[in-house]
C-alpha cells in the first residue's frame, strides 16, 4: 500500500476559508465521521466568529499567535500552545497584529474523555517462544546529514 501524502500550507489553502471567517484560509487534510483536521492560515486582523459545534475540538498553533475565546473567556495564544475547545460552548479565534497558523482537530461523537484516554482494544495471546515479555531491541540514531559548505547559516532555514 503506498504512502498517501496530504499537502497543505501555501498554494494548497482555499482562499475563503471556512465559514464565518475574514482574512482566515484552509486546508481540508482529513474528514471522516471520526473527525476533522484542518489547517488555517490567519492574515493581520483575521478571525474567526464565535460559533459551536457539538464536536470536542483542539486549536493547536504551530507558528504565529493571536487569541482564543471559550465561552465569556479569551487568552493569548502562541505557537506551540494548544486551545481546548468544548462541545457546545461558543469559541472563536482571532488575530491583530500577527500572523498565525494552526491545526483544528474535531473529534465527532460523544466526548469520551472521561474515560482517561483508554482506548478499547484486545491483547493476544504470547506465541511459541515468547514468554510474555518484550525484548529490548538494539538499534541507532541515523548519522546527521552534512549542510552544504555554500549554506548560509543566517537565512533563518531550519538545519
Do not use: C, K
Amino acid at each position: 500500500m503506498p504512502i498517501e501524502i496530504q499537502r497543505f500550507g501555501v498554494g494548497h489553502r482555499r482562499a475563503d476559508g471556512p465559514a464565518g471567517t475574514i482574512g482566515v484560509t484552509s486546508q481540508l487534510i482529513h474528514s471522516d465521521r471520526r473527525g476533522v483536521v484542518a489547517e488555517l492560515a490567519f492574515g493581520r486582523g483575521a478571525r474567526i466568529e464565535p460559533h459551536s459545534n457539538p464536536n470536542t475540538t483542539y486549536f493547536v498553533v504551530f507558528e504565529g499567535g493571536g487569541w482564543v475565546l471559550v465561552g465569556e473567556e479569551r487568552s493569548r495564544i502562541a505557537a506551540g500552545e494548544a486551545a481546548f475547545w468544548p462541545p457546545n460552548v461558543p469559541h472563536g479565534a482571532w488575530t491583530e497584529l500577527s500572523a498565525m497558523r494552526a491545526f483544528v482537530v474535531e473529534f465527532a461523537g460523544v466526548d469520551d474523555s472521561h474515560l482517561g484516554a483508554i482506548l478499547e482494544g484486545f491483547a493476544r495471546e504470547p506465541g511459541p517462544g515468547e514468554a510474555g515479555t518484550v525484548a529490548r531491541a538494539d538499534g541507532q540514531l541515523l548519522e546527521r546529514p552534512r549542510l552544504p559548505a555554500d549554506r548560509d547559516p543566517s537565512s533563518g532555514e531550519p538545519l
